[in-house]
Structure formats: structure tokens, C-alpha cells
């Protein structure tokens, strides 16, 4: 748990990046994220923490309960800034698995007005770096709809492997089925990638 305690006050940053915490006063933001990514986050992520605020108050609720969550070393939401702009462009999810051996699961979604850009990539990297070095990870792991080219396809340039594929395990919104990918990293394989 030592491990986990020495992220807390962790900003992270990239050469176009930081990402850092959520805290009091980014419920109006978060609350405009939520909204214009309303479409892709119900279409892949349907559970995702950003699409739950039904305006800005309950969104300042949420971004309070993602720092109260951090500090209790539960899991951690970061979300990255480009530097140039301030704008928020991605948010990671970083969340215990099995703390003994230990593995963390990260997660990941890019504002639709920042998608191809490589900032998913870019912030996932860093993440990945910091969670195997800092957080001493033997491994991290990551679940993507099938049909999400691209998250798995981020996936894939951060070096992760792909461990399986259960097809047609959701039914969607509009009728449709879609499955979801697994992925992992070792720390071995980390390294190998050429970190």
C-alpha cells in the first residue's frame, strides 16, 4: 500500500501534457466533458464516471468524490491538459486489481474534439511508465470494446499484448452486440519495449 500512498500528489507530464487529480472547481468543466462526449462514452463506456452528472452541481459532487476516492488510495482519475491551452483533452483511470502482486487496470477516453491527435497515446505512456516505476506494477491490464479501433489501437502502440477476446459478450443501445478485448503488460515486457 506504501506504493500507492506515494501517489498522491503525482502531476504527471508529457511533452504536450500534464494530468493531474480532480479537484474542487472542475465540476463545470467536467460537467461540459460529460455532455459533449455523451454519445461515444454511452456507445463504449456506459459506466463511465463523466457521463453520470445531470448537471454542473452534481458534476462538482462527482469531481469531489474522484479526490476523495484518491486520497483514500482507492483508485485514481487523472485528467490531462494539453499545456499550451489548458483544455482538457484526456482522462486515465488507474485502479487496483490485485494489490499483492501487485496489478493495476487502466482505462482511458480522449475528448471527441482532441481524438486523433495521439494524446491517448501520449498520456497512456506516461501512465504506463509511471505505474510500472513508481507504483512498482508487475502488471497492468485494460479492457476495450471490440469495436473501439481506437482504444485498443492506443493499446497496441503502448506495447500492450493482446491476452483475449470475448466476442459478442455485450448487447448495445441500438440492438447491435460487440465483444471486448483484453490486454495486458508485464514489467518484463515494459522494459523490453524500449522504456
Known sequence: MESLRSFISTRLETERLYLRGFRAGDG?????VGQRNRNHLAKYESDNVALAAKNCEEAEDIVLELADIWEKRKSFFLAGFEKATD???VQVYIGPVNINLPEYQIGYFVDQSHEGKGYATEAVKATLTYTFENLKAYRVSLECDDTNERS?????RCGMIKEGHRRQNKKNADGTFSGTLYYGLLRSEFKAFGR
Do not use: L
Not at 152 to 156: K, L, P
Open 28 to 32: 463545470g468543466w467536467y460537467y461540459s
Open 152 to 156: 485498443w489501437r492506443v493499446a497496441e
Open 87 to 89: 483544455e482538457f483533452v
